[in-house]
């Protein structure tokens, strides 16, 4: 019986066209549950490199060269799509996979991110035109927040503060736990000295979410906390309503799977559940090259 299952679930992922979802850990569940949530019928596969992650303080090359492996993972997978559901890698890895490392696969394939589609919507939230965007430190260093959003809305002041700690609390379990409280509002403390006009404040880190409620309660009670995951999973619809050539390729059996890079699965599906808000049973990937 578990043979016949097992096999099942092969046959059925050797046919499938899923959407490919990728994060360095646990943060990018944060957006496939949006995700999920607005697009429930297609096929999905959640890649985590939990293994390596955190990528927050890494090199410009290792976040590129893990980034592309993972993606190049789940291409292998039968995946046409992958959205980059990490902020670190959007930042760092997107450009030169798109521009350069895409050219030598299937030229059909296509690997999206998180930062533009935030940039283009960010700028409706602020009333006062100042925004406070927190991230990792590749993130920030990167400057993509600052580039992007000036694109699509130049009038927006955008203040940044790299939060380097956040990630490590969570991805440790430690972030609803008293002793957290002292990094959040450490760096809350930093993004509000740099300006009193700042009135929203952007998670740009998938994994930032699970420290909304602390942020909010350190945050002075008129600033809009804003997670990314439903803002990316409405851009999603409206990509795939723009592309039906991508749309038809990808299967719609309502599937999903999720990987670790990390041997234990146990772990990951114990900490992926709360990212998550269900039940997650993974099993290993064997990503490097
Ligand atoms: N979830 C990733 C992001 O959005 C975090 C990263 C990490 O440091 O691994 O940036």
Avoid at 101 to 120: M, Q, W
Avoid at 149 to 169: E, M, N, R, S, T
Avoid at 255 to 273: K, L, N, S
């Amino acid at each position: 019986m578990f043979f016949r299952n097992a096999f099942s679930i092969f046959v059925l992922m050797l046919n499938n066209k899923p959407i490919g979802i990728f994060d360095s850990g646990y943060g990018g569940l944060t957006v496939f549950r949006s995700i999920f949530g607005q697009l429930p019928g297609y096929d999905y596969i959640y890649l985590g490199d939990t293994a390596r992650a955190p990528y927050g303080n890494r090199s410009f090359q290792t976040i590129h060269q893990y980034t592309w492996e993972c993606v190049q993972w789940l291409f292998k997978q039968g995946c046409p799509l992958v959205i980059l559901a990490c902020n670190t890698a959007s930042a760092k890895a997107l450009r030169t996979i798109q521009q350069h490392d895409l050219k030598n696969e299937d030229t059909s394939k296509r690997v999206l991110g998180v930062i533009r589609p935030t940039a283009e919507v960010i700028g409706n939230y602020t009333a006062s035109k100042e925004i406070g965007v927190l991230g990792t430190k590749g993130t920030v260093n990167s400057g993509s927040y600052l580039i992007e959003i000036g694109h699509f809305a130049p009038d927006v002041q955008v203040y940044q503060q790299a939060c380097p700690l956040w990630v490590p609390l969570i991805e440790n379990g430690e972030h609803d736990k008293p002793g957290a409280d002292y990094f959040v509002k450490e760096y809350l403390d930093q993004i509000l000295a740099q300006s009193a006009g700042i009135d929203t404040l952007l998670l740009a880190c998938t994994h930032y979410p699970l420290l909304a409620e602390k942020i909010k309660a350190y945050s002075p009670a008129d600033i809009k906390v804003v997670a990314q995951g439903d803002i990316v999973a409405a851009s999603l619809v409206d990509y795939l309503q723009r592309h039906p050539e991508m749309d038809e390729k990808l299967t719609r059996n309502g599937t999903q799977h999720f990987f670790t890079t990390t041997d234990d699965t146990a772990d990951f599906d114990h900490y992926a559940e709360i990212f998550f808000s269900a039940k997650v049973k993974s099993s290993y990937a064997e990503v490097k090259c």
